[in-house]
């Protein structure tokens, strides 16, 4: 198991990369670098105040766990969805988060648990890779069974 801190590319740049990954607390590191041809990796933020049950995320930095399962062979996020299917278990329920459509760097979808946490002391207003709340825009998504400016939940399904 990781336990650490949720990073990627940083938001406004092109080039950066798409998916949020998870740094481990205690890291390993390489040699300094000096020139000018490198990429880039930002600790994550959350730019939302939409969960229920953790309000006062906006700008707070974003832990992160990478787990493997003991007896699950296989996992599954399901965006739109809230409950597994059968024969599926729940590992959790979240709400589903990207970049912001507005923002020049790619982002990955990314099932955030409907009771997040936070950095301790991190509130700091860095930006970084950022977690935003998305909506659905009907058109190309059906607006039956879908609607207009919703957010998503998922779910994370193992079994």
Known sequence: MVL????????????????YICLPS?????????????GSIYGA?????SFHS???LWNNDVPCAVCRSTTASHTLMIAAKNKCYDGWF??????LMDGNHQQKAASSFVC???????ILG????????????????????????YQ?????PCVVCSR
């Open 45 to 49: 933020e959350y730019e939302t105040n």
């Open 122 to 145: 991190g509130e700091a207003n860095r930006d970084g890779k950022l977690f935003y709340s998305i909506k659905t825009f009907c058109g190309s998504l059906k607006c039956q069974p």
């Open 26 to 38: 205690d890291p390993n590191l390489g040699a300094t670098l000096s020139d000018n041809n490198y």
């Open 148 to 152: 207009n400016n919703r957010l998503l």
């Open 112 to 118: 955030v648990d409907k009771n997040p946490e936070k």
């Open 90 to 95: 729940t590992e959790y329920v979240g709400e």
């Open 54 to 56: 953790g309000g006062g």
């Open 4 to 19: 650490g801190f949720a990073a990627g590319g940083y938001f406004d740049e092109e080039g950066s990369a798409a998916e």
